[in-house]
């Protein structure tokens, strides 16, 4: 069960400190938003995952941890059956470390970079500092803005309470859009989540303290402006083959090999009108189709995958994830998970509960009307649903 995507572990199970998610999601594992970063430990449910090079950019789970940069190249090395345990460093030590691994493959001389590689000595967990490095206060700029580590190559972005907010999302929209407008060197990629934005940085070329002086500077500019903020949206009708054969592939193949007594099995739409408290299937049915899903983020999992919430509060339909994780699902299914719709652009693992499957997220062929970019949606579509056959579809 690993790959260039994820290597899953088995270990103790983790003792939570709070008993569910709330409308993110029923297990404590789930949170609304969080953009993962390279060799971060996700944990789906109560596995934790070390995510790879070709790991999900979005998704709902808490990432404790995650593997520094200078020791990346270890998780390659591992096989089925090994073990391994995890050692706390400080975020100045991983720097260092990364430093003089560059410096040893260039050739050059250590020279003073061998007291840098000394300092990424292992520190223990009551000493290491918390991964909230800095703060701003509602009363600077309209909503509490947290920096969150996540390793030492990503900072996230966090804004106000932990709770679905949609005017949140345009507070992210607006800084990702300054700094792509202005960007920084050494900023290398931006990911927005639901009330979050995950800057993906060169922590050679950017120090750490820099990057948080400029965001504060720039998030009491934005403060300002947030008001006056426009954004295209368009209406996409989309085709729904509802409780789709091959979503139903998937279940059985959990129950064959994942968890055969899972409660969302062997029916999601089921699970789903249970916890819901909906008297029938054809209720959800009904909910789903006349929704309209606003698009919050790209990159769900994979591949332009939409993460969406319905504009209307009364179509929100609350769901907990798998736990643990699907390790096969089909391409282009449909799923909730948490208050969140998300369409899968590639085969791949998962864990939201199946609605259906509808078309493609992802050309990765050519450019079309539609495909003006190798992703069909774009951040604040809203989308429509239509029932289709299977074989129609």
Excluded at 219 to 240: F, G, M, Y
Excluded at 296 to 319: E, F, I, N, Q, S
């Amino acid at each position: 069960n690993s790959s260039r995507t994820g290597v899953r572990l088995i270990g103790p199970k983790p003792q939570w400190a709070r008993q569910s998610g709330g409308e993110a999601g029923m297990h404590p594992s789930n949170i609304h938003d969080n953009a993962y970063a390279f060799g971060t430990v996700d944990f789906t449910g109560d596995m934790p995952v070390i995510l790879g090079p070709d790991g999900p950019s979005l998704g709902g789970f808490v990432c404790p941890a995650t593997v520094i940069t200078a020791d990346l190249w270890k998780l390659g090395q591992l096989r089925a059956g090994d073990t391994l345990r995890f050692v706390p460093v400080s975020v100045d030590a991983a720097v260092a470390a990364e430093r003089c691994q560059q410096a040893f493959f260039a050739g050059d001389e250590l020279g003073d970079n061998t007291a840098a590689a000394e300092s990424a000595a292992p520190v223990s967990v009551e000493a290491l500092p918390s991964p909230i490095v800095q703060r701003l206060s509602a009363d600077e700029v309209g909503d509490e803005v947290v920096y969150r580590l996540a390793g030492d190559h990503f900072l996230l972005v966090e804004y106000g309470p932990l709770e679905l907010d949609i005017r949140l999302r345009f507070r992210a929209h607006a800084l990702m859009q300054d700094l792509q407008q202005t960007p920084l060197p050494g900023l290398r990629e931006l990911t927005p989540g639901i009330r979050s934005l995950q800057l993906h940085y060169d922590a050679q070329q950017l120090p750490l303290r820099e990057l948080l002086d400029e965001l504060a500077r720039r998030e009491r500019r934005l403060s300002q402006r947030l008001d006056s903020l426009h954004v295209p949206s368009r209406t996409v009708w989309l085709p729904l083959s509802w409780d789709d054969e091959a979503c139903q592939l998937a279940v059985d193949k959990y129950q064959q090999s994942v968890r055969a007594n899972a409660p969302w099995c062997p029916s999601n739409l089921e699970f789903i009108r249970r916890i819901n408290g909906l008297d029938s299937i054809a209720e959800v049915k009904d909910i789903v189709f006349d929704a309209a899903y606003l698009v919050m983020g790209l990159g769900d999992v994979y591949l332009g995958a939409p993460v969406a919430t319905p504009v209307d509060p009364r179509h929100r339909l609350v769901t907990t994830k798998y736990n643990p994780a699907r390790t096969w699902t089909a391409e282009n299914s449909v799923g909730i998970g948490g208050s969140y719709l998300c369409v899968y652009g590639m085969e791949g693992p998962g864990g939201y509960q199946f609605v259906g499957r509808t078309l493609q997220m992802w050309n990765r062929y050519r450019r079309t009307a539609a495909f003006t970019e190798p992703y069909l949606l774009r951040f604040f579509d809203q989308i429509r649903f239509y029932e289709v056959s299977h074989d129609e579809l």
